[in-house]
């Protein structure tokens, strides 16, 4: 579901000249929440931008019935301590530190927190790429693919390199509330619609997460 929501609403990103970070499908099945990232391809982003990207991806959604049921879409900025969903975000954020959890164990582990290097192509053919972590004893090799999560962690030095947060958030490096500040953040109500009788038959509805994968370098 998310390919085909990433699919409906990229056009309409690159047409506002911003960029879709990350797609995530939360909740419950009966009302998921549908998260959407994004900002321009500088690491700005502002409220006019968010509400226009919200009120967009809202009518086409609800036109093409991607999601049968009452939903609630959620449209933001990554914020400072944004996560990496993409190779250029690994390439732009390199020398920080960050969180990586993987699918699969690497040495033992499935989480690290290190700072991380630029993404080097292991393979030009199949475009395999593999990312480099550091915590402070040794450095790890970790493929691009095997990455379930990533996200940068809010740091002196982040903020400093934002240039104390006004160079892409407009708030000062000493603000107590610079974290969440960073966010901006529009939620709307989905249509409500009937649940097909099949689901309605459903004893137990289940939790889903869904996230999908944004290409680019």
């Known amino acids: 579901m998310c390919l085909k929501i990433y699919e409906l609403i990229q ?3 690159e047409f506002n000249g911003a960029e879709i970070v990350r797609i995530r499908i939360m909740g419950h099945a009966h009302r998921p929440t549908l998260q959407i990232m994004a900002e321009r391809p500088d690491c700005t982003m502002d409220l006019k931008l968010c509400e226009t990207l919200s009120r967009e991806y809202s ?4 036109v093409d019935d991607v ?3 009452e939903y609630v879409l959620e449209v933001s900025s990554p914020g400072i301590d944004r996560p990496l969903t993409r190779l250029k975000d690994f390439k732009n954020w390199a020398g920080f530190e960050a969180v990586i959890e993987l699918n699969e164990k690497l040495n033992g582990r499935r989480r690290f927190k290190g ?9 030009k053919e199949k475009n395999i790429y593999h990312i480099i972590i550091n915590d ?27 240039k104390n947060g006004e160079a892409l958030h407009g708030i000062s490096c000493d603000d107590l509330d610079a974290e969440e500040k960073s966010e901006l953040y529009l939620e709307v109500e989905g249509p409500i619609e009937k649940a ?10 289940e939790d889903i997460e869904e996230t999908v994968e944004i290409e680019g370098i």
Not at 136 to 160: H, M, R, V
Not at 196 to 205: A, D, G, M, S, V
């Open 136 to 162: 402070g004893e040794a450095d790890y090799e970790i493929p691009f693919e095997n990455i379930k999560d990533a996200k940068l962690t809010l740091s002196d030095a982040l903020l400093e390199a934002t």
């Open 67 to 69: 999601i049968p049921s």
């Open 115 to 123: 700072i991380i290097g630029a993404p080097h192509c292991i393979d």
């Open 196 to 205: 097909p009788k099949q689901r309605q038959k459903l004893k137990k509805i």
């Open 59 to 62: 009518l086409v959604l609800d």
């Open 11 to 13: 056009p309409l990103t």
